[in-house]
T-cell receptor, first 110, second 114 residues
Framework: SQQGEEDPQALSIQEGENATMNCSYKTSINNLQWYRQNSGRGLVHLILIRSNEREKHSGRLRVTLDTSKKSSSLLITASRAADTASYFCATDRNTDKLIFGTGTRLQVFP | DAGVIQSPRHEVTEMGQEVTLRCKPISGHNSLFWYRQTMMRGLELLIYFNNNVPIDDSGMPEDRFSAKMPNASFSTLKIQPSEPRDSAVYFC????????????FGPGTRLTVL
């Protein structure tokens, strides 16, 4: 079964609002990454957080990791219409393999 | 940098036909991954290579699927014979040194098997 599951499955917000997506996983991990996928395109890496980190920032993105709860969240602040995409978390466990979650479809309305 | 290149971008074929998908990873990357994405099953890792050697093919659905990486700049994923349930988007990704590391995805090949 898939390692990660995101919620919500879909999220609709207005431009300027913040978007929060959550990812839960089942087993211990080394690192957790977030990727974005625009419709009809490949995935694009956003940010990587290591298991010994609790929070990481990159521009308008903020990622948190709670290894005790086996969960992570991705916050996009001041969202824009261009942020409309699907967002996936991906985990690895000391191997080269990434296990992707089910994704959250984000729609940002102008 | 051209990024990961996949061909063809779209493939429509009839059940029973052989399908070959191609991938050129980013130059200098040591790891290559093949994924399949469907609405029902999400994004699944099929197989990955390190330094042209297959490391884990546990995600390959069945013997109809095979993958090769004859050199550092080229890989193929072959389905023979193809079936309608193979319809999906197939992505190739490469990584500088494997995990834990960023993977760079190609644009994908949308396969439709009639």
């Amino acid at each position: 079964s898939q390692q990660g599951e995101e919620d919500p499955q879909a999220l609709s917000i207005q431009e300027g609002e913040n978007a929060t997506m959550n990812c839960s996983y089942k087993t211990s991990i080394n690192n957790l990454q977030w990727y974005r996928q625009n419709s009809g395109r490949g995935l694009v890496h956003l940010i990587l957080i290591r298991s010994n980190e609790r929070e990481k920032h990159s521009g308008r993105l903020r990622v948190t990791l709670d290894t005790s709860k086996k969960s992570s969240s991705l916050l996009i602040t001041a969202s824009r219409a261009a942020d409309t995409a699907s967002y996936f978390c991906a985990t690895d466990r000391n191997t080269d393999k990434l296990i992707f979650g089910t994704g959250t479809r984000l729609q940002v309305f102008p | 940098d051209a990024g990961v290149i996949q061909s063809p971008r779209h493939e429509v074929t009839e059940m029973g036909q052989e399908v070959t998908l191609r991938c050129k990873p980013i130059s200098g990357h040591n790891s290559l991954f093949w994924y399949r994405q469907t609405m029902m099953r999400g994004l699944e890792l099929l197989i990955y290579f390190n330094n042209n050697v297959p490391i884990d093919d546990s995600g390959m659905p069945e013997d109809r699927f095979s993958a090769k990486m004859p050199n550092a700049s080229f890989s193929t994923l072959k389905i023979q014979p193809s079936e309608p349930r193979d319809s999906a988007v197939y992505f190739c990704a490469s990584s500088p040194r494997g995990g834990p590391d960023t993977q760079y995805f190609g644009p994908g090949t949308r396969l439709t098997v009639l």
